[in-house]
């Protein structure tokens, strides 16, 4: 692949969020494509791509090595930021993990709580977002896109103040709804709460009428939108 002509628009969404002023972190790199894309387009000067299991980042080194960018992307085994220096980091991406374990790796990164953090779950997007409120963050923007199911990617920065949220904000985020992937994507969630609050009805629980009317709060999210 060219790392020129990066194509899959959740990756391309989070390096849209990338400010480029230092070393971008890419925290599960897998393949390495994020930090290849943004080192060869010159988003950023250098980057960090690192790993916890040895197979992806080998995968990694050799992608980095076929882009003639050894010089510029280290590679780190690392679980989270753990095994990574802060100096000079301004960008943090986790991208393509569930929700918790994104949250269970910021709860661990304190070094690096200055910089921006770009974040992309695969699940429970409603769990990170409570416990970026519950932990200092604020999710300054976010996206959503579709390549064939929707995805979210937020930007997001330690603040070190709390913030106050419904339980239809953990569902929402900081999307706007204005647009046809906001919608879709805000849309696809309510679907996920209707299903749960409707076989909730079907075994008599006292919770259902819960998930049912945050189902319709998104749907008129939405709507406004
Ligand atoms: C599905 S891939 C995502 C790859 C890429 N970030 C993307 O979004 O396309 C998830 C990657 O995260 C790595 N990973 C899982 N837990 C991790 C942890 N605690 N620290 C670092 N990497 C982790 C896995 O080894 C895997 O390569």
């Not at 002509?5 to 989070?14: I, V």
Request: proline residues 3%; aromatic residues 8%.
């Amino acid at each position: 692949m060219s790392f020129k002509e990066l194509t899959d628009k959740r990756l391309l969404a989070c390096a849209s969020f990338v400010s480029g002023g230092g070393i971008v972190c890419d925290v599960g790199t897998d393949h390495a494509y994020l930090p290849c894309y943004l080192v060869k387009n010159g988003v950023c000067k250098r980057a960090v791509a690192a790993d916890v299991n040895p197979s992806p980042l080998a995968a990694a080194k050799e992608n980095i090595q076929r882009a003639g960018l050894e010089d510029k992307i280290d590679t780190v085994l690392s679980d989270g930021l753990d095994g990574i220096s802060p100096n000079g980091v301004t960008d943090v991406v986790i991208a393509g993990m569930g929700g918790e374990l994104i949250a269970d790796i910021l709860g661990r990164g304190k070094a690096f709580f200055s910089a921006r953090f770009i974040l992309q779950p695969m699940s429970k997007p409603e769990r990170l977002r409570q416990w970026l409120w519950e932990n200092g963050f604020e999710i300054a923007c976010e996206r959503a896109c579709k390549e064939e199911i929707y995805y979210t990617v937020m930007l997001v920065k330690y603040t070190g103040e709390n913030s106050a949220y419904t339980a239809a904000q953990c569902y929402i985020g900081a999307l706007k709804g204005d647009s046809g992937d906001d919608k879709g994507y805000i849309s696809k969630q309510a679907e996920r709460l209707r299903k749960k609050g409707e076989g909730m009805k079907k075994s008599g629980s006292a919770q259902a009428q819960k998930y049912l009317q945050l189902a319709e709060k998104l749907d008129r999210y939405i709507k406004q939108g």
